[in-house]
Structure formats: structure tokens, C-alpha cells
């Protein structure tokens, strides 16, 4: 069996230099982290489809967590960015992508684009990428972070997410990286069909279920629970009102 190739991520590029800890830490001993990150927190907790295994390992995610985080950017956790937001843990990045069903050619829309991680693993497969973020600072700095990699397969908007991206639908993927109280009725419409939706929903804005929607026809969709799961709330007019915080 031939697998599709993954689009490529520049090799030496000199934007991640930027994050390497003045000499102490080498694009080698990332390199080697992230290989253990993929073996030990992703592939042995069931993780399973290549390209998502191969993305993660070729995604340099210390270039997109805060300056003095390098060190710790490998670590079987989320870690703080800028605007009180998070990265999520790498595994959570894995399974949703994973979940969502992508492949190369897909169109794929993200709902929260914090650092850019994420619209990068999801890039490295897909065709296409549009990512929304609430925060303006995040999206500016997604945006650079993203271009100087070479991802000029991702398009960053800022704007209310639970709306999702009108213009550019239909969407073979949706992920949604922040807990919302329901499924965007905006965001089930926006799927192709046969599309998937994956988004964390709950009564909680801080304790949700990770949910997996299939539009299975113009009016039909199956919807399934898959697990427990603790993210940011998702602000928006679908989601949930920022004066409840």
C-alpha cells in the first residue's frame, strides 16, 4: 500500500532558529523529542493513522510556544500562551486529527487557531486550511509563525468562530479547539457531505465531552461521544457568553 505524500515542512528553515535556546538546546535534540513525543504519548495511546504520526513528528512545536517554553515544549501536557489561552497537549492534537478523518486534497476549517500548531499538523495533510481566532494578537502571531515555516497553505481570520467561514464552505473537516455548550448549528451546515465536525461540548464551560459529527446527507448527521475532555470555553454567539467567565 502507497500512502499519500504529506505536503512538505521546510527543512532548515531560519525561522526556528529563532527558538532554539542560544546553542543549548539543538535542532538534533528536538528532532529526537519530538520522535519520543510521537512513540510514547501518541502511537502507544492508540493513535494509529500515518499521516497523522507523520505530521506530528515533522511539526516543530517549540516554534510555536512562548519564548523561554522550548524546553518544556515536548512534555505530555498543554502549556500557557499569549491572551490567558493554551497548546494543547500533543496527544489531544493527534487524536482530533485523527478523529476528524484527514486527507490530502481535504478543504478543513479550525476554530481556535492559538498558536498555530494545530492549523500546522492539520496543514501538513490537508489541501487547504482556514483557521479563525478570536484574539487578534494570537492571529497576528499564528499568521508570521506560519508563513516563515512555509505554510502558504493556511489562511488565518480573525472574527467569532462558532459562525465558522461562510464563503469558504464546504468543509471535509471541522475541529473545534475550545468547549462550546452545543454544536454550532452554523458549523454542522458548513460540512460537505460526508464531512466531520470534532468538537468539544458540555454543560460545563471548563468540563466537556469530545463529540464527532458526520453530515451523512443535506439534513442528516450522526453524532457520537468519544471522551472526556477539559478545554478553554468556546466564546462566540453559538457559544458561550464571555460575561459567564
Avoid: C
Avoid at 490567558?84 to 487557531?113: H, W
Avoid at 448549528?185 to 464531512?195: D, H, M, N, P, Y
Amino acid at each position: 500500500m502507497v500512502l499519500p505524500k504529506l505536503r512538505r515542512v521546510p527543512d532548515g528553515n531560519e525561522a526556528l532558529a529563532a527558538w532554539v535556546h542560544h546553542g543549548m538546546i539543538s535542532k538534533a535534540d528536538f528532532a529526537q523529542a519530538r520522535a519520543d513525543m510521537v512513540e510514547h504519548q501518541i502511537a502507544r495511546r492508540g493513535v494509529r493513522d500515518p499521516l497523522v504520526l507523520d505530521a506530528m513528528a515533522r511539526i516543530p512545536r517549540e516554534a510555536f510556544v512562548l519564548s523561554g517554553w522550548e524546553d518544556e515544549a515536548y512534555e505530555d501536557q498543554p502549556l500557557p500562551i499569549a491572551d490567558r489561552q493554551t497548546i494543547s497537549q500533543p496527544f489531544i492534537v493527534a487524536f482530533m486529527v485523527e478523529t476528524a478523518g484527514l486527507r490530502p486534497g481535504d478543504r478543513a476549517l479550525e476554530i481556535g487557531t492559538g498558536s498555530g500548531y494545530a492549523a500546522a499538523v492539520m496543514a501538513a495533510i490537508a489541501a487547504r486550511v482556514y483557521t479563525i481566532e478570536r484574539h487578534p494578537t494570537l492571529a497576528k502571531a499564528a499568521r508570521t509563525r506560519l508563513r516563515e515555516l512555509g505554510f502558504g497553505n493556511v489562511e488565518v481570520r480573525v472574527g467569532d468562530g462558532t459562525l465558522g467561514w461562510p464563503e469558504a464552505q464546504p468543509f471535509d473537516a471541522i475541529i473545534v479547539t475550545a468547549g462550546g455548550p452545543k454544536v454550532p448549528a452554523e458549523l454542522r451546515e458548513q460540512l460537505a457531505i460526508g464531512g466531520r465536525l470534532v468538537i468539544p461540548v458540555g454543560d460545563s464551560m471548563h468540563r466537556q465531552s469530545l463529540v464527532r459529527v458526520v453530515r451523512e446527507g443535506p439534513e442528516k448527521y450522526r453524532e457520537e461521544a468519544l471522551a472526556d475532555v477539559a478545554f478553554v470555553p468556546l466564546i462566540g454567539e453559538a457559544g458561550w457568553d464571555p460575561s459567564r467567565r
